[in-house]
Each structure stands twice: as C-alpha cells, then as structure tokens.
C-alpha cells in the first residue's frame, strides 16, 4: 500500500473520529449529575494527555492541511476531554457551559483548518460559516446555563440571554450572507447586498 494511501485512511479515520466526539456531545444535556472524585478528575486528565499524544503521533507521517486538520482534531480532542472532566468534577453550570464551548471550539479550530482546502470567495464563506457555527453554539451554552444557574429569576435573564443570542448569530448569519455577495459582481452583487441588509436588519 502506497504512503498516500495510508496518509488518507489515517485522515479519514480521524476525521469520523472527530466528528463522532462533537455528535455525542451534543446529545447530553447540562442538569447537574454526582460530581467526580478528584481522584477521578486527575485520572481523567492523565487520561487525555496519553491520548492525546497517540493522536498526535499518528499526524505525523501526515503532510500539508491533511497533518494540520489532524493536529487540529488531536487538540481539539485533548481539550474537550479535559473539559468534560472539569465540568464532572466542579459540576457547577459554568464548568458545563465552558465543557460545550470546548466542544464547539474544536470543532470550529477543525472546520477552519478544513477550509484552508478551499480558495477565493469558497474559502472566504467557509470560514464565515464556521465562526457563524460556533458563535451560535457559544451563545445556546449561555442560555442553558442561565436558565439552570438563575432559578429566582430565571424567566427576566433567559429572556435577556436568549435576545443577545440571537442578536449574535443574526450578526454571524449577516456576515456569511455578505461574504457569500463577494461572488457576484454589479447590480447583481448590489442587490445581493441590499437584499441581506434587509433580511438581517442592517442599515
């Protein structure tokens, strides 16, 4: 079997990998459980850092983006696993909500890295997307964490948490909708222009 060969499967594996950690995550929720020893905890660490040198490890007969998306993969991993470990262990709604922003940071460390594939306004928009993808998920771990870490009054600053959330992704959606017009030129792009100002509310 040919090095290429190899270097595609290893890729390919990784990247199932990856994108298998970010779908089972998105399943859990963010209500309390029994917290982790700290025994536990430090076990939990170790854990990751083995791991993570394995992942990284198996990069390197990698070249190009292919060996940059791996060593994103590998990191993102490594920091997410370390996350999820201090949410069990400080098991407060804070640690939960940072948990599914280390989540949804590695995976938009990895898109971007998966972007430098592409070029010109293809590129531009995807990297768009990817930031756009992970300031909503940023701003969905907020309104979770709010909603369960103010009880009192909950129903005032989920409202309010829940207004920044989607004044921030209607922010991010602009963007991509803007960096997407770049692809056209005249009248055409100015329409496009015009149309996404008007859909997101811009001046």
Not at 38 to 45: I, L, Q, R, V
Not at 51 to 59: E, L, M, S, T, V
Not at 130 to 139: I, P
Not at 174 to 185: Q, S
Request: net charge positive; aromatic share 4%; proline share 2%.
């Amino acid at each position: 079997m040919s090095k290429l060969m190899i270097a595609l499967f290893i890729t390919a594996g990784l990247s199932i990998a990856g994108s298998g950690s970010a779908q089972t995550y998105a399943a859990r929720n963010t209500s309390p459980s029994t917290p982790m020893t700290k025994d536990n905890y430090a076990t939990a660490k170790k854990d990751a850092d083995a791991q993570y040198k394995i992942d990284k490890d198996a990069c390197s007969s990698l070249n190009g983006n292919a060996k940059d998306i791996c060593v994103a993969e590998a990191k993102g991993k490594d920091n997410a696993a370390k996350a999820d470990a201090q949410a069990s262990y400080a098991n407060t709604p804070k640690a939960r909500e940072s948990a599914r922003v280390a989540h949804a940071k590695a995976t938009h460390d990895v898109s971007i890295e998966k972007c430098d594939d592409l070029a010109g306004n293809r590129k531009d928009v995807c990297v768009k997307e990817a930031k756009a993808a992970f300031v909503s998920a940023k701003a969905d771990a907020k309104v979770d964490r709010v909603a369960v870490d103010t009880r009192k009054d909950a129903t005032a600053k989920q409202a309010e948490a829940s207004k920044e959330a989607t004044a921030d992704k209607r922010d991010a959606d602009y963007k991509v909708a803007i960096e997407k017009c770049d692809a056209l030129a005249g009248p055409a792009k100015d329409t496009c222009v015009s149309n996404a100002k008007v859909q997101y509310g811009k001046s």
